[in-house]
């Protein structure tokens, strides 16, 4: 046998002990509850959320708060905003039921549906008084939680409601499509 | 000379350097701050009059990144406009803006400023305007100050810019700027 291939036999029977040292006394870490546990879960405990968003319905643009409780799949919300137009603004406040597709993990879609009241407050319009109208809306999105506490929160809402004129006599059904971003803060 | 001078300002860099991320991460475990702030708003063709706002900033922790939310209050009275016209162009000269905004800080404890990218509303008596907001600003940290490591001041410079109308006027462009300073409380 040469000397190079006795050395190339010492290396590898070093190597091999080196190994299996290495694997005697560095075992794998045990599955801590840390490491099972998920970022969100929805199910431990009732959660609360404020969720500040802006957003555009129409060509006009929008801002709002959601407050949300939840426990697991279930989520009721309260939720008012501004939509800012030229003539008038529209403050529109729903109390809405939403349903969480997802209980665990940092993605969390859902679908909405809710309904409320619309305030229409007229702008430097002399004379012209609020109008409020009954209104309802669904639609769905989805919150991204970058940590326990904070996430992100994407959506799109269909919104409709019926006036009618002064006299009563002609009813028309209106639609507005609204898209939001907001943040969302979650509170156990 | 020239040897012990270059050494010299590379020392007083250093030190500062380590000053500066030293109070940095003084203030780092801190996830949220309220803020008040005062100073100026120079309301575009109206003049510039105090300004004061209040703020709430989230710092998302391990990144660079925060978000905030904040009211402002002011006024938009003109000497000019009330002297030479006497006209009244909304229903009251009060002043309230509201934004919710982004920022990236990328060096906290260094010398650059952090830039802001957001929405806002510009509530002119009246009238409501939905506005852009960018900004820069300065968080500097005040460990020790007044015997707390949570308290930091800060500078704020941003431009509000939305389209207007007066008096059926054609829509343009204004760029409203504020200029504060202000008194931040860690928590």
């Not at chain 1, 697991?72 to 905003?81: D, H, I, N, T, V």
């Not at chain 1, 809402?157 to 943040?183: H, M, P, W």
């Not at chain 2, 004061?52 to 009275?77: K, N």
């Not at chain 2, 800080?105 to 409501?128: C, I, K, N």
Request: net charge neutral; aromatic share 12%; hydrophobic share 40%.
């Amino acid at each position: 046998m040469s000397v190079s291939s006795r050395l190339r036999s010492t290396l590898l029977a070093s190597t091999l002990l080196c190994a299996a040292a290495h694997g005697q006394t560095t075992p794998a870490p045990p599955v801590t509850e840390s490491t099972r546990t998920p970022l969100i879960d929805l199910n431990e405990s009732v959660a609360f959320e404020v969720c500040p968003h802006t957003g555009m319905m129409g060509s006009s643009g929008t801002f709002g708060l959601k407050l949300l409780m939840t426990y697991s799949s279930f989520s009721l919300e309260l939720a008012g905003e501004q939509v800012i137009g030229r003539t008038a603004n529209l403050y529109p406040v729903s109390v809405n039921a939403v349903l969480n597709l997802s209980t665990h993990g940092r993605l969390i879609p859902y679908g909405a549906v809710g309904a409320g009241l619309w305030l229409t407050v007229p702008v430097n319009a002399l004379g012209a008084e609020t109008v409020s109208t009954l209104g309802m809306n669904f639609g769905g999105g989805a919150r991204f939680f970058i940590t326990r506490t904070f996430g992100i929160r994407l959506e799109a809402k269909q919104y409709f409601t019926s006036i009618s004129d002064s006299r009563g006599l002609k009813n028309d059904l209106l639609f507005f499509q609204e898209v939001s971003v907001g943040a969302t803060f979650l509170f156990h | 000379m020239t040897t012990t001078s270059f050494s010299s300002r590379i020392a007083l860099i250093a030190a500062l350097a380590v000053t500066l991320a030293g109070s940095a991460r003084a203030q780092a475990h801190f996830e949220q701050s309220l803020t008040l702030s005062g100073g100026l708003y120079a309301a575009s063709g109206f003049g510039t009059n105090f300004y004061s706002s209040g703020r709430y900033d989230y710092f998302i922790p391990g990144t660079r990144y925060f978000v905030e939310a904040s009211l402002g209050v002011g006024s938009l009275s003109s000497k000019v406009i009330s002297t030479v016209t006497k006209a009244r162009i909304f229903t009251s000269d009060n002043l309230v803006t509201y934004e919710f905004a982004g920022a990236f800080d990328y060096a906290p404890g260094g010398a650059m400023p952090y830039f802001l990218f957001g929405v806002g509303g510009v509530r002119e008596g009246q009238e409501t305007h939905f506005a852009g907001v960018l900004g820069i600003g300065k968080r500097i940290a005040l460990p020790g100050f007044l015997g707390s490591n949570a308290l930091g001041f800060r500078y704020d410079i941003r431009d509000q810019i939305f389209s207007q109308v007066i008096n059926n006027s054609d829509p343009f462009i204004v760029h409203n700027i504020t200029a504060t300073v202000g008194l931040q409380i860690y928590f």
